[in-house]
Nanobody
Framework: QVQLVESGGGLVQPGGSLRLSCVAS????????MGWYRQAPGKQRELVAAISSGGITNYVDSVRGRFTISRDNDKNTVDLQMNSLKPEDTAVYYCNARYLGTNSDWGQGTQVTVSS
């Protein structure tokens, strides 16, 4: 069974940076399509960045050029480097693993708050 543990969130001022990390266990990590999602209060959860098993990345328009997703298949980790943060980036961030069209269960997420 997949277990995902996110970390790295916190409070940061606008324009600042944070690096989120997600450690996966219970899967052959290198086979999985990994994504970072976020959910702001009162809004639906959205996919903000994803990386394929082969390292191809994709971003939602609102974060492209500011966020970078990366993975380490030896450590079973997927990271999200977030730069030039804006108040509208405030949300709980989750990672998720996808394989053969099926998404994993959700972890506990990590809170990111961008505020002065």
């Amino acid at each position: 069974q997949v277990q995902l543990v996110e970390s790295g969130g916190g409070l940061v001022q606008p324009g600042g940076s944070l690096r989120l990390s997600c450690v996966a266990s219970g899967i052959i990590f290198s086979r999985y399509y990994m994504g970072w999602y976020r959910q702001a209060p009162g809004k639906q959860r959205e996919l903000v960045a994803a990386i394929s098993s082969g390292g191809i990345t994709n971003y939602v328009d609102s974060v492209r050029g500011r966020f970078t997703i990366s993975r380490d298949n030896d450590k079973n980790t997927v990271d999200l480097q977030m730069n030039s943060l804006k108040p509208e980036d405030t949300a709980v961030y989750y990672c998720n693993a996808r394989y053969l069209g099926t998404n994993s269960d959700w972890g506990q997420g990590t809170q990111v708050t961008v505020s002065s």
